[in-house]
């Protein structure tokens, strides 16, 4: 069974400190990851994706990815009270069509 | 910016009812998807609809499921017989490519049934 592991949480984290969301894939030969944020009730968002191993920045947010340990994690600097969310690690699985999500981390900044 | 859109928002029917959740793609995405998230759970993959057949299927997909691309622009999926445990959100979702490219997602249907 392919699966994409998250720590449920909620992660707690004081406003303009660093969130680190982490997660782990198993199928070896996964090469797209995504993370989505969800808002209760709503669609999932595309924050990031990723292909390559290494780190990948987009603005407040870092998605790092290393195949080895098959570990995908999400850094959100200056965190804002709006980044309370969940937040959707999820992974394609061998070049297939679909993307397995994994359960998701609650993340709330507090003020 | 072009966005995926879905309809109904919410939809009520009774047990063993015929639903019908409607989508429309972005306009230049070839590959089109459905995801249902039951309450409280995960993001559930149900099929993956290319050059107008299902490329791949998950084993919620069964009988009572199926997909079609009645025009150019509408993807809808059909439940024949609704069941209780059908009650979810399905989101329909789509990318300009297949094979792990970004996919987009709709507001979502929320169906209940009853």
């Known amino acids: 069974q392919k699966e994409v592991e998250q720590n449920s949480g909620p992660l707690s984290v004081p406003e303009g400190a660093i969130a680190s969301l982490n997660c782990t894939y198993s199928d070896r030969g996964s090469q797209s990851f995504f993370w989505y944020r969800q808002y209760s009730g709503k669609s999932p968002e595309l924050i990031m994706f990723i292909y390559s191993n290494g780190d990948k920045e987009d603005g407040r947010f870092t998605a790092q990815l290393n195949k080895a340990s098959q570990y995908v994690s999400l850094l959100i600097r200056d965190s804002q009270p709006s980044d309370s969310a969940t937040y959707l690690c999820a992974a394609e699985m061998n070049r297939d069509d679909k993307i397995i999500f994994g359960k998701g981390t609650r993340l709330h900044i507090l003020p | 910016e072009p966005e995926v859109t879905q309809t109904p928002s919410h939809q009520v029917t009774q047990m063993g009812q015929e639903v019908i959740l409607r989508c429309v793609p972005i306009?230049?995405?070839?590959?089109f998807y459905w995801y249902r998230q039951i309450l409280g759970q995960k993001v559930e993959f149900l099929v993956s609809?290319?050059?107008?057949?299902?490329?791949?299927k998950s084993e919620i997909f069964d009988d009572q499921f199926s997909v079609e691309r009645p025009d150019g622009s509408n993807f809808t999926l059909k439940i024949r017989s609704t069941k209780l445990e059908d009650s979810a959100m399905y989101f329909c979702a789509s990318s300009e490519q297949g094979g792990g490219e970004t996919q987009y997602f709709g507001p979502g249907t929320r169906l209940l049934v009853l």
């Open positions: 609809f290319y050059n107008n057949e299902i490329s791949e």
């Open positions: 306009s230049n995405h070839l590959y």
